[in-house]
């Protein structure tokens, strides 16, 4: 009895999650992930020139280049689409609008 109420409970559970939007990862995420992937190989190729002891520039850069290429990729995946801009994301202006001569409003002079 149990296993069957826990079916019927798992079958309403994933109805209700198929209406919802899933939205994948964007073009320019796909984009971003690819670059991270590329910086991620660098890194690697980057570690095989390091010396045993690791006192060489390889051995500094490779950890940083890795590390790095994760950061990238876990951004890539949360990346939207359009990304907004500084003039977006201002209100409209609210006032006259500048003569020719860049002043406005009661400052204009004839």
Known sequence: MAKKNR????????AGNASAAV??????GKKVISAGVAIIVLGFIVLSRADAMGRNWAADLSPFLILGGYAVVAIGIFVPEKLPTFSQSLPPPSGLAAGPDGVSGPEKTI
């Open 7 to 14: 079916s019927q409970k798992r079958q309403s559970f994933e």
């Open 23 to 28: 939205e994948g990862i964007t073009p320019l």
